[in-house]
């Protein structure tokens, strides 16, 4: 299931981020232990979604940053985090492991069998990528891609796309709470 072209044109409403409410595509990965895991693993929780990559040097370590300080600065209880590479090729489990474990039981490290498995995945959330150079040529390459944080809730429904690198936390924490209030899980 891949998601309508006019996704990113939905009116935000109440919300800081852009607002939608369609199914979220399910998918399954490995975790860095190279156990297949699920989307639909994280139903009954909200689920903050990233595609990124551990060598960028511009939008991926901020956006991990925001979602680390929404992880802290609320009631994390019903909160998982679930970080997609876009890199399998140099972003190694145990690389993945050491840098996500830092930051909680509920953050997951996710890698794919082969970048064409990721990248299906990414086209089904129109998160398209591609590597600015040779791969083979260069190790220094650089991935262009959007940066977007997909706000999953506990139905699995896509619910909020975040689209901007400049993300303020405690304006995703309001969105977080008026969506418990949908579910009746107050902080």
């Known amino acids: 299931m891949s ?8 009116s935000s409403g109440p919300y800081y ?12 990965l490995n975790d860095t232990q190279q156990n297949p895991h699920q989307l639909s693993q994280h139903l009954g929780k ?3 979604l990233y595609f990124g990559y551990l060598n960028c040097n511009d939008v991926c370590h901020n956006q991990i940053g925001v979602l680390f300080n929404i992880n802290h600065q609320t009631n994390n209880q019903d909160l998982d985090f679930l970080f997609v590479t876009l890199d399998p090729k140099r972003d190694s489990s145990a690389q993945l492991n050491d840098y996500f474990n830092q930051f909680g039981p509920n953050f997951t490290a996710l890698t794919g069998q082969s970048i064409h498995h990721i990248q299906q995945v990414a086209i089904n959330y129109k998160e ?3 590597t600015d ?6 190790p220094d390459y ?4 959007s940066g977007n944080i997909f706000l999953i809730d506990p139905k699995g429904q896509l619910r909020i796309v975040y689209p901007n690198s400049f993300l303020r936390y405690d304006k995703m924490i309001d969105d977080i ?4 209030t949908e579910f ?3 902080e």
């Open 128 to 130: 398209f990528f591609f």
């Open 177 to 180: 709470n008026l969506l418990r």
């Open 142 to 145: 650089e991935i262009s891609h």
């Open 17 to 28: 981020g852009r607002a939608v409410s369609i199914p979220a595509p399910d998918f399954t």
């Open 46 to 48: 909200f689920v903050f």
């Open 3 to 10: 998601l309508p072209l006019w996704f990113y044109l939905i």
């Open 184 to 186: 009746s899980l107050k």
């Open 133 to 138: 150079s040779n791969t083979k040529t260069n």
